[in-house]
């Protein structure tokens, strides 16, 4: 990379490990997936480091939670942050 080039984030990884003791990195970008995991098949130099893999981020749950004007101000005309 030039030393001119600028870097831009496109997204965060966090360290995993798998239930069978594997390490992995995992993380988010928009709506994907993202995981990253050693290439356990490398045998030779040219053979790449690492495999990145892009799944559906799968959409959680949420139960909805009841609350009223009065739980988030309580009774306050001030925003609550």
Do not use: C
């Amino acid at each position: 990379m030039s030393e001119k080039s600028e870097l831009v984030e496109i997204a965060a990884l966090w360290a995993n490990t798998s239930k069978a003791g594997e390490k992995y990195m995992r993380g988010y970008l928009g709506n994907a997936e993202l995981l990253l995991f050693r290439n356990k098949f490398k045998e030779e130099e040219k053979h790449p480091d690492f495999r990145l893999y892009v799944a559906k981020k799968e959409k959680r749950e949420e139960k909805p939670v009841e609350t009223t004007t009065n739980d988030i101000f309580d009774g306050d005309d001030d925003i609550p942050f």
